[in-house]
């Protein structure tokens, strides 16, 4: 390692068995398989990934297995920038790793097998990695001690935590982050971000009511995204309003990894540059609409220089359409 890294993700870093199915089958229904391919993903990785391409210093805390996926993983892991000293191998586990069903319109559905990941728990060297950063990134597929851990430097005020729910409850049930644990880091985080099915399986409702929720349990600063709708965004600044940004439009590929994008973003922009509210929150939501215009999670994971430009453009074409937000 040298120096410290700007992000320390938290979390999985996995191999993706894609397939591109002919839709996404109901309870006792079919679909059948046109292509098929393999490409790396997990919360953790994607993100660590997405702010060393953006141009910071990044690494990753995650235990793989003793395997093939664990080898591939790593050297991809290098190849991207991401420091890997804290990246740790079990002969006791496989690797995890997922399998992502994607239709022709891009929507997709994620089976994962539990494997080493589920059981990460943080050393004492990894609480130091993790007091080095700018920032610490854990979502809700981390383990529930290691989320607990996490919330608990945050409140001693030796980390700054960026956490992302990822999930609806139900799918982290007994494996991953619980509700008790999320109840207790809300007031300690620095960055709030959940999708509207976690937000919906956490508080029951979604949109602007679960904003005023979020804030009424602390929450300082937080990014709720809806998907082709865009995001809402805010902080606990005075008269500070809430921010409805708009989803980039874009011909979408495959949605897997816009959220992980999305939160790269908010990182690089929000709290690592210290941009506004509405530059953060157009930047975040271009990267992630951009991500989803190439198949995987990472296909669309772009530089700086090339998502800036596509919020220019944006910006351009709505005020020729006369639609830029007032």
Not at 74 to 93: A, K, P, W, Y
Not at 140 to 148: A, E, S
Request: proline share 3%; aromatic share 4%.
């Amino acid at each position: 390692m040298t120096g410290s890294p700007a992000i320390v993700s938290v979390g999985s870093a996995l191999l993706d068995e894609q397939y591109l199915v002919s839709n996404l089958p109901r309870p006792d229904a079919g679909a059948f398989v046109r292509e098929e391919s393999v490409a790396f993903g997990g919360v953790a990785a994607n993100v660590a990934v997405a702010v060393s391409r953006l141009g910071h210093t990044s690494g990753i805390v995650a235990r793989l297995g003793n395997d093939d996926i664990a080898e591939m993983v790593t050297s991809d892991l290098h190849e991207e920038g991401v420091e890997i000293d804290r990246l740790r191998r079990s002969d006791d586990e496989r690797s995890t790793y997922c399998m992502v069903f994607r239709d022709p319109d891009g929507e997709r559905t994620i089976v994962t097998r539990s494997g080493a990941a589920s059981a990460l728990r943080l050393t004492d060297d990894d609480v130091s990695y993790l007091r080095s950063a700018d920032v610490v990134f854990a979502n809700g597929f981390c383990p529930d001690d290691v989320t607990r851990t996490v919330s608990r430097l945050a409140a001693e005020g030796t980390i700054r935590l960026a956490f992302d729910l990822a999930s609806p409850l139900d799918a982290l049930a007994g494996r991953a982050t619980s509700r008790e644990t999320v109840d207790g880091l809300l007031s300690e985080v620095s960055l709030f971000v959940a999708n509207e099915a976690s937000i919906r399986s956490y508080l029951g409702t979604d949109g602007r009511d679960a904003v005023e929720r979020l804030r009424h349990r602390g929450v300082r600063r937080g990014a709720l995204t809806q998907g082709e709708d865009g995001a809402l965004l805010w902080t606990d600044e005075p008269d500070s309003a809430v921010v409805d940004v708009p989803a980039l439009d874009v011909d979408v590929v495959d949605t897997t990894g816009a959220g992980d994008a999305f939160v790269a973003g908010l990182l690089h922009r929000w709290l690592l540059e210290g941009d506004s509210l509405q530059s953060a929150a157009e930047f975040a939501t271009a990267g992630a609409g951009y991500n989803c215009t190439e198949p995987g999670a990472r296909g669309g994971m772009v530089s700086e220089k090339r998502i800036a430009r596509l919020v220019r453009d944006e910006l351009q074409q709505r005020r020729d359409t006369g639609t830029q937000d007032s």
